[in-house]
């Protein structure tokens, strides 16, 4: 999986002086940033979101617009033998295609089964650190006001090394 960050090469030349940076537009600040998003499913699953010869991947991405990169084979998250999947676009387009994952694996858990699934299931996302604060809120009053919004269960769990 690519990384999200850019490595640079510093240039042989002699530094050059900048000038200043051009004043922002009005234009320049209705483009939205970038949203990403990451989360761990099985090796199985990870082959049903690929599709046969990554039909099923590319389809997703031409319906949602957002880019939609998985780990290699065997390379799983860090004290798990999940996949990572993380998805990237605007913030639409990425709920798209969480949603087009998401319901791809509920149908293939259909299939399996043979029989109505629970369709609760687990998700299991992959957040920043510095991010964790405000998933949880002050003493914990945001996540326990989504744990009472939703059935299951929400934990945090720090990342296994």
């Given at each position: 999986m690519e990384s999200t960050e850019s490595s640079y090469v510093s240039s042989p030349e002699?530094?050059?002086k900048r000038s200043p940076p051009?004043?922002?537009?009005?234009?320049?600040?209705?483009?939205?940033?970038?949203?990403y998003i990451r989360f761990l499913v099985s090796n199985a699953a990870?082959?049903?979101?690929?599709?046969k010869g990554g039909a099923t991947i590319s389809d997703f991405q031409l319906q949602s617009r957002a880019r939609i990169q998985l780990s290699r084979n065997y390379?799983?998250?860090?004290?798990?033998?999940?996949?990572?999947?993380?998805i990237s676009g605007t913030f639409d387009d990425v709920i798209k295609a969480?949603?087009?994952?998401?319901?791809k694996l509920l149908s293939e858990l259909h299939t399996e089964d043979g029989v109505d699934v629970d369709p609760r299931t687990k998700v299991r996302l992959?957040?920043?650190?510095?991010?964790?604060?405000?998933i949880i809120g002050r003493g914990g009053s945001i996540i326990?006001?989504?744990d009472s919004c939703f059935v299951p269960f929400i934990t945090v769990a720090s990342m296994i090394k």
């Amino acid at each position: 999986m690519e990384s999200t960050e850019s490595s640079y090469v510093s240039s042989p030349e002699a530094p050059r002086k900048r000038s200043p940076p051009p004043p922002k537009s009005p234009t320049s600040d209705s483009v939205e940033k970038p949203t990403y998003i990451r989360f761990l499913v099985s090796n199985a699953a990870a082959g049903s979101v690929i599709g046969k010869g990554g039909a099923t991947i590319s389809d997703f991405q031409l319906q949602s617009r957002a880019r939609i990169q998985l780990s290699r084979n065997y390379e799983f998250f860090p004290g798990t033998s999940d996949r990572i999947i993380m998805i990237s676009g605007t913030f639409d387009d990425v709920i798209k295609a969480v949603e087009l994952i998401l319901a791809k694996l509920l149908s293939e858990l259909h299939t399996e089964d043979g029989v109505d699934v629970d369709p609760r299931t687990k998700v299991r996302l992959i957040v920043p650190n510095s991010s964790c604060g405000s998933i949880i809120g002050r003493g914990g009053s945001i996540i326990k006001f989504l744990d009472s919004c939703f059935v299951p269960f929400i934990t945090v769990a720090s990342m296994i090394k």
